[in-house]
């Protein structure tokens, strides 16, 4: 089994800047993307970023330029820095990896959510 624990979030007012972190522990054998989705109020579950081996990373248009994604593979943890932050990026942000173990019956994939973050960008 798999946990993620996330750290990082707050309260910025506009233009500030935050880093999400979210680190993986457990039967890690491989871990195959890493991803940061935001929960607002009255909307649908958004995909920020993602960091996928093999491919690179990718971002939803409201972000980009603004938020950049990395990860420490030594670390198992992935990373969100969001800058220039807008009162429209408020919400609950949570971390979302696929990877794999090994088990006797060979190598499984797993995914696992974090419990998620607030971030407030607010005057």
């Known amino acids: 089994q798999v946990q993620l624990k996330e750290s990082g979030g707050g309260l910025v007012q506009p233009g500030g800047s935050l880093r999400l972190s979210c680190e993986a522990s457990g039967s890690i054998l491989s871990i195959t993307a890493m991803r940061w989705n935001r929960q607002t109020p009255g909307k649908q579950r958004e995909l920020v970023a993602s960091i996928t081996s093999g491919v690179g990373t990718d971002y939803a248009d409201s972000v980009k330029g603004r938020f950049t994604i990395s990860r420490d593979n030594a670390k198992n943890t992935v990373y969100l820095q969001m800058n220039n932050l807008k009162v429209e990026d408020t919400g609950v942000y949570s971390c979302?990896?696929?990877?794999?173990?090994?088990?006797?019956?060979?190598?499984?994939?797993?995914?696992?959510w974090g419990q998620g973050t607030q971030v407030t960008v607010s005057s």
């Open positions: 979302n990896v696929d990877g794999t173990t090994a088990m006797a019956l060979g190598v499984i994939p797993w995914t696992s």
